[in-house]
């Protein structure tokens, strides 16, 4: 089945440490995302890639890093700096950027004790 | 700049009745709306989408959305609720040059028995 996996689903990080969460699609598609949830105020965009070897950075991009190497993949690495990391993180694509829907993995719950 | 509000935080409805979770957006140009249901620690799913043509627009479980332009609205509605429909609803707009997708804070539906 196509679609869009996240792995791991639960992670733990201490503080100062740096954390990398996995996004892997077999949907062919060439834009993938990275969003943020926090309760109450809805999904905000770390990163975009709509191509291969690039990427943007999106709303709140500070903390984060990114890279696009294969088609299929679009890893987000949270640092040591980003100051309030504990969210859930919720990697997308889509095939069409204009008036496609986004398909949606189902999350990464990263926890900093 | 791009936005969605969802004015009402939570919408409380009694199975059987009707639903109706309200979005407003403001966009330059033509907007690209769309409608996601999210499960508690699970992905966005996509519910319907308006691009063009038929201001009322059909989608998944039941669920309908009605564009009107002159309100910049998007309403998602439903015309008789289920328990199971209960979940965090989120509008979201595609920006001007299609590369984002903007959500609202989201909505969350009770539907109760």
């Known amino acids: 089945d196509g679609g869009i996996t996240q792995s791991p689903k639960y992670l733990f990080r201490k503080e100062g440490q740096n954390v990398t969460l996995s996004c892997e699609q077999n949907?062919?598609?060439?834009?993938m995302y990275w969003y943020r949830q926090d309760p109450g105020q809805g999904l905000r965009l770390i990163y975009y890639?709509?191509?291969?070897?690039?990427?943007q950075k999106g709303d709140i991009a500070e903390g984060y890093s990114v890279s696009r190497e294969k088609k299929e993949s679009f890893p987000l690495t949270v640092t040591s700096a980003q100051k309030n990391p504990t969210a859930f993180y919720l990697c997308?694509?889509?095939?069409?950027?204009?008036?496609?829907?986004?398909?949606f993995g189902e999350g990464s719950r990263l926890t900093v004790l | 700049a791009q936005s969605v509000a969802q004015p009402e935080d939570q919408v409380n409805v009694a199975e059987g009745n009707p639903l109706t979770v309200k979005c407003t957006y403001s966009?330059?140009?033509?907007?690209?709306l769309f409608w996601y249901v999210q499960y508690p620690n699970r992905g966005l799913q996509f519910l319907l989408k308006?691009?063009?043509?038929?201001?009322l627009v059909k989608g998944s479980y039941g669920f309908e959305a009605e564009f009107n332009k002159s309100q910049t609205s998007f309403h998602l509605k439903k015309p008789s609720a289920l328990v199971s429909d209960s979940a965090l609803y989120f509008c979201?707009?595609?920006?001007?040059?299609?590369?984002?997708?903007?959500f609202g804070a989201g909505t969350i539906l009770r539907v109760k028995s």
């Open positions: 997308a694509s889509v095939s069409d950027g204009y008036t496609g829907e986004l398909f």
């Open positions: 949907l062919n598609h060439d834009a």
């Open positions: 890639s709509q191509i291969v070897n690039d990427f």
């Open positions: 979201a707009v595609r920006d001007l040059y299609g590369n984002k997708l903007v």
């Open positions: 308006y691009i063009t043509g038929d201001n």
């Open positions: 966009v330059s140009g033509n907007p690209y």
